[in-house]
């Protein structure tokens, strides 16, 4: 009784009140806390607590993330799919792995026990890494599902946002409180940090899983359905359908975006406790305070909800990147000169370039929603979930290969485990990691993100259209502005997009 009241409740469309909102964003604690305390502290944790070099951390990390993105190719398609089989039908595609992923996320405790070996971190970290991007890719697609308004979507993913810079804070304030109670020569303050978000993400993404919806079978544009349709089969369209997925302009370049920002925002984050410590001469507990002011997102992703509405994408890409590269150029006249009050200027320039990051990290996945309905007039179908798949599998590449060529530069210029100074060639190889690493990969994004040309209007268009097909309207009645707006976001002349006879089975 009790399961068939919960499979009730995930196909039931609700409202998207503030409640919704919060409950659906929670679950981000896992994609800001998470990644930001494996990017600040997971490499700096191994050199000084586990005996490691940093390509011995480098290489965990990258491994990991390398299963991951194969975990992450697999369960797109699977996820999208999985209404077919008996699970998927009774507890959602979405939501059955949800409700499995959560108790599992307290994996994420095992990865700060300090003192074991190189084999026991790889299989922990790729454990937790692998399991995390297993519930994040079905959960990303949740706005796609409850909603097609845009403003809605828009509520769900500053809600996710919000809650994403509220986890990107805490991951770095509450490090280095502890490091001010127990010392920062001790391990305990780590294991410590990852026992209490463990427990936060597995309770955030139970509240998530019990308090969204998903739609029914019934309303999924898509062939009848075959229970007895093999895996290997399943598996190979979903291969071709990766490959589609590159077909969509607006994709492409959204990916581009995505990905050189948030790797640059990746160098940043592995090499800043490096920066402050072996470069700045400062100790960890202010390299953590400093993070810690990433606490300006939660500001900005209220701020950046509005902005985004009234502005779109492309005036927040340009604003966001545009900070945080004239920070970086501040943090290198800063190592360079020495200044006195080093630590008042680290902060005020932190203070800015956390501005800027907040809303490199909020703008892309407010858009992500919005790429499978551009899609949606090609293939005929909502395909989010291969989408979010792809994007996670290329994330997770991206990210294994910073971190490898991250650890294996700074040991290439005499990195010294658990040393407390560095030889001056390392110093100048941390600072150029984080200037023109960083910088380098923010300016590429920043390129693409001068042409992206999806928007609340230009969304709006395609929708309606979308609409206007599934219930059985013809091509020939379609405007020329909506010709050319398909056009212009997918990259396909509207004489090829709509599959011939494509309807909704409610529609048929």
Same mark, same amino acid.
């Given at each position: 009784?009790?399961?068939?009241?919960?499979?009730?409740?995930?196909?039931?469309?609700?409202?998207?009140?503030?409640?919704?909102?919060?409950?659906?964003?929670?679950?981000?604690?896992?994609?800001?806390?998470?990644?930001?305390?494996?990017?600040?502290?997971?490499?700096?944790?191994?050199?000084?607590?586990?005996?490691?070099?940093?390509?011995?951390?480098?290489?965990?990390?990258?491994?990991?993330?390398?299963?991951?993105?194969?975990?992450?190719?697999?369960?797109?398609?699977?996820?999208?799919?999985?209404?077919?089989?008996?699970?998927?039908?009774?507890?959602?595609?979405?939501?059955?792995?949800?409700?499995?992923?959560?108790?599992?996320?307290?994996?994420?405790?095992?990865?700060?026990?300090?003192?074991?070996?190189?084999?026991?971190?790889?299989?922990?970290?790729?454990?937790?890494?692998?399991?995390?991007?297993?519930?994040?890719?079905?959960?990303?697609?949740?706005?796609?599902?409850?909603?097609?308004?845009?403003?809605?979507?828009?509520?769900?993913?500053?809600?996710?946002?919000?809650?994403?810079?509220?986890?990107?804070?805490?991951?770095?304030?509450?490090?280095?409180?502890?490091? #001010?109670?127990?010392?920062?020569?001790?391990?305990?303050?780590?294991?410590?940090?990852?026992?209490?978000?463990?427990?936060?993400?597995?309770?955030?993404?139970?509240?998530?899983?019990?308090?969204?919806?998903?739609?029914?079978?019934?309303?999924?544009?898509?062939?009848?359905?075959?229970?007895?349709?093999?895996?290997?089969?399943?598996?190979?369209?979903?291969?071709?359908?990766?490959?589609?997925?590159?077909?969509?302009?607006?994709? #492409?370049?959204?990916?581009?975006?995505? %990905?050189?920002?948030?790797?640059?925002?990746?160098?940043?984050?592995?090499?800043?406790?490096?920066?402050?410590?072996?470069?700045?001469?400062?100790?960890?507990?202010?390299?953590?305070?400093?993070?810690?002011?990433?606490?300006?997102?939660?500001?900005?992703?209220?701020?950046?909800?509005?902005?985004?509405?009234?502005?779109?994408?492309?005036?927040?890409?340009?604003?966001?990147?545009?900070?945080?590269?004239?920070?970086?150029?501040?943090?290198?006249?800063?190592?360079?000169?020495?200044?006195?009050?080093?630590?008042?200027? %680290?902060?005020?320039?932190?203070?800015?370039?956390?501005?800027?990051?907040?809303?490199?990290?909020?703008?892309?996945?407010?858009?992500?929603?919005?790429?499978?309905?551009?899609?949606?007039?090609?293939?005929?179908?909502?395909?989010?979930?291969?989408?979010?798949?792809?994007?996670?599998?290329? #994330?997770?590449?991206?990210?294994?290969?910073?971190?490898?060529?991250?650890?294996?530069?700074?040991?290439?210029?005499?990195?010294?485990?658990?040393?407390?100074?560095?030889?001056?060639?390392?110093?100048?190889?941390? %600072?150029?990691?984080?200037?023109?690493?960083?910088?380098?990969?923010?300016?590429?994004? %920043?390129?693409?993100?001068?042409?992206?040309?999806?928007?609340?209007?230009?969304?709006?268009?395609?929708?309606?259209?979308?609409?206007?097909?599934?219930?059985?309207?013809?091509?020939?009645?379609?405007?020329?502005?909506?010709?050319?707006?398909?056009?212009?976001?997918?990259?396909?002349?509207?004489?090829?997009?709509?599959?011939?006879?494509?309807?909704?089975?409610?529609?048929?």
């Amino acid at each position: 009784m009790a399961f068939n009241k919960l499979s009730k409740r995930i196909y039931t469309k609700r409202d998207i009140t503030l409640g919704t909102a919060v409950s659906f964003g929670i679950t981000d604690f896992i994609g800001g806390g998470g990644q930001t305390i494996i990017g600040a502290w997971m490499l700096f944790f191994y050199t000084s607590y586990c005996n490691l070099t940093a390509t011995d951390g480098a290489i965990i990390v990258g491994v990991g993330k390398i299963v991951t993105a194969i975990v992450g190719l697999l369960m797109g398609g699977f996820t999208d799919n999985f209404y077919k089989h008996r699970l998927g039908k009774k507890f959602g595609r979405r939501h059955f792995f949800l409700f499995i992923g959560s108790p599992l996320l307290l994996c994420f405790a095992l990865m700060w026990v300090s003192g074991l070996n190189f084999w026991y971190y790889l299989l922990t970290f790729a454990a937790f890494d692998a399991i995390s991007t297993a519930v994040m890719i079905p959960f990303e697609t949740l706005p796609t599902e409850m909603t097609t308004d845009f403003n809605k979507r828009t509520k769900l993913s500053t809600a996710r946002m919000f809650f994403s810079a509220s986890a990107t804070f805490l991951a770095t304030f509450i490090p280095g409180q502890l490091f #001010r109670i127990l010392g920062q020569n001790s391990p305990v303050p780590f294991f410590i940090n990852g026992l209490l978000f463990a427990i936060i993400f597995a309770i955030a993404m139970f509240f998530t899983a019990f308090n969204t919806w998903e739609r029914p079978v019934s309303e999924i544009a898509t062939d009848d359905v075959d229970e007895k349709e093999s895996f290997f089969k399943v598996f190979a369209e979903d291969i071709k359908a990766y490959f589609s997925t590159f077909k969509i302009k607006s994709f #492409r370049k959204h990916l581009a975006i995505y %990905l050189f920002s948030f790797t640059g925002k990746d160098v940043y984050n592995t090499v800043f406790t490096y920066f402050c410590v072996y470069v700045l001469g400062v100790t960890a507990t202010v390299a953590a305070n400093v993070l810690s002011l990433s606490i300006v997102g939660v500001a900005m992703t209220l701020v950046g909800g509005f902005l985004i509405i009234k502005f779109g994408p492309r005036w927040l890409y340009m604003f966001g990147y545009s900070l945080m590269l004239l920070m970086l150029v501040a943090y290198y006249l800063i190592a360079k000169t020495m200044p006195e009050h080093i630590v008042a200027l %680290l902060f005020v320039v932190s203070f800015v370039y956390q501005i800027g990051r907040s809303t490199l990290e909020f703008t892309p996945w407010n858009v992500y929603p919005f790429i499978p309905d551009v899609d949606e007039i090609v293939a005929g179908k909502n395909r989010a979930g291969v989408f979010a798949s792809v994007m996670t599998f290329l #994330r997770n590449a991206t990210a294994a290969l910073a971190t490898v060529l991250v650890g294996v530069f700074l040991d290439a210029n005499g990195f010294v485990k658990g040393a407390k100074t560095q030889p001056l060639g390392t110093q100048h190889a941390i %600072l150029n990691a984080l200037v023109f690493g960083a910088g380098g990969l923010i300016i590429i994004a %920043l390129l693409f993100a001068l042409t992206f040309k999806v928007n609340k209007k230009t969304h709006g268009i395609v929708v309606d259209e979308v609409n206007r097909l599934k219930a059985g309207g013809s091509k020939a009645d379609a405007t020329e502005e909506t010709k050319s707006v398909v056009k212009t976001l997918t990259g396909i002349d509207y004489a090829n997009v709509w599959p011939a006879g494509k309807t909704v089975k409610g529609n048929k």
